[in-house]
């Protein structure tokens, strides 16, 4: 089993539509959770941290459901700009922040 | 403020060759990381400096990778020889913080290689 595993996409939707992704973690005692975004041959960027009670920031909600061991992310009001791959990273260890391969997310107008 | 730059962008060298990755992180950063990834992976931990120090190299693939932060500031990864499966992107990030309790980690653009 992969140590974090997000369905690839990619993901179309239509400019204002909700859209949510999901990610899976197998090290049931890893304690941070984050979503990351990269835009096309560009670096990765921390978007939102997750916390245990869910926490939203402008039209991002993350949740953090740590019996079933997986995150999610929601994006209302999709826009243009929203357009990029959502990584899913969870600490593994002391140093160790472990990448999911990403979610693609095309908004189209 | 300068971001975490990373030179070269893009390096293409033979099987068997070396070549020397550079990572300036942001300053005043003392938490220095590189990961890779390569085509159709995630993106991987290789090993997290703490100023100069090693503090986490679990990630190197084997012994043909050398990293090094001398004097704590810039960091260097070498790949002596390379082989065709180190082609990838190269990524540095640097966080003033542990980045496995705040997840800020502050990457540069990469540095891509590819080995023929």
């Known amino acids: 089993r992969k140590e974090v595993e997000q369905d690839p996409g990619p993901f179309n939707v239509p400019e204002g539509a909700t859209v949510a992704f999901n990610c899976t973690y197998s090290n049931s005692a890893s304690q941070s959770f984050f979503w990351y975004r990269q835009d096309c041959r560009k670096e990765p960027k921390l978007l939102m941290s997750?916390?245990?009670s869910g926490n939203e920031d402008g039209r991002f909600t993350a949740q953090l459901n740590r019996a079933s061991q997986y995150i999610s992310l929601l994006i209302r009001d999709s826009k243009l700009s929203d357009s990029a791959t959502y990584l899913c990273?969870?600490?593994?260890?002391?140093?160790?922040?472990?990448f999911g391969k990403g979610t693609m997310l095309l908004v189209s107008p | 403020e300068a971001g975490v730059t990373q030179f070269p962008s893009h390096s293409v060298i033979e099987k068997g060759q070396t070549v020397t990755l550079r990572c300036d992180p942001i300053s005043g950063h003392d938490n220095l990381y590189w990961y890779r990834r390569v085509m159709g992976k995630e993106i991987k931990f290789l090993l997290h400096f703490v100023k100069e120090s090693k503090q986490d190299e679990s990630g190197m693939p084997n012994n043909r990778f050398l990293a090094e932060r001398t004097g704590g500031t810039y960091s260097t990864l070498k790949v002596q020889p390379a082989e065709l499966e180190d082609s990838g992107v190269y990524f540095c990030?640097?966080?003033?913080?542990?980045?496995?309790?705040?997840?800020?980690?502050?990457f540069g653009e990469g540095s891509r290689l590819t080995v023929l």
């Open positions: 990273v969870v600490n593994q260890g002391y140093s160790t922040l472990t």
């Open positions: 997750v916390y245990s």
């Open positions: 990030a640097s966080s003033l913080r542990l980045a496995v309790n705040t997840g800020e980690l502050f």
